[in-house]
């Protein structure tokens, strides 16, 4: 199994990303696909997610801001994210969960190596 992020990068505040993450080794269309971030000294916090059914979900402090898409004819998916700001700074994951629930961490069984996104003031 390989979750493989992308799109990372240093970015000025009010810029503007797009995450991908290559998955292989596993059935992805029947996965729920998450995108997680870590900042320094803080815990991994839920950013968004999309189900297997394509329904997604955000976190209150991306709404708006942040987009996530799947396409499983490329076992990939995305995080766009716009209008970052400078407390976006992070490392980025991918997850991929079997459990019917997207929100927490624990309901993911596969993870990525993260990509770094910086947001200068």
């Known amino acids: 199994v390989q979750l493989v992020e992308s799109g990372g990068g240093l970015v000025q505040a009010g810029g503007s990303l797009r995450l991908s993450c290559a998955a292989s080794?596993?059935?992805?269309?029947?996965?729920?696909m998450g995108w997680f971030r870590e900042a320094p000294g803080k815990e991994r916090e839920f950013v968004a997610a999309i189900s297997r059914y394509f329904t997604t979900y955000y976190d209150d402090s991306v709404k708006g801001r942040f987009t996530i898409s799947r396409d499983n004819a490329k076992n990939t998916v995305y995080l766009q994210v716009n209008s970052l700001k400078p407390e976006d700074t992070a490392v980025y994951y991918c997850?991929?969960?079997?459990?019917?629930?997207?929100?927490?961490?624990?309901?993911?069984?596969?993870w990525g190596q993260g990509t770094q996104v910086t947001v200068s003031s």
């Open positions: 080794g596993f059935t992805f269309s029947v996965a729920a």
């Open positions: 997850a991929a969960g079997f459990s019917g629930s997207t929100l927490g961490v624990e309901n993911y069984k596969y």
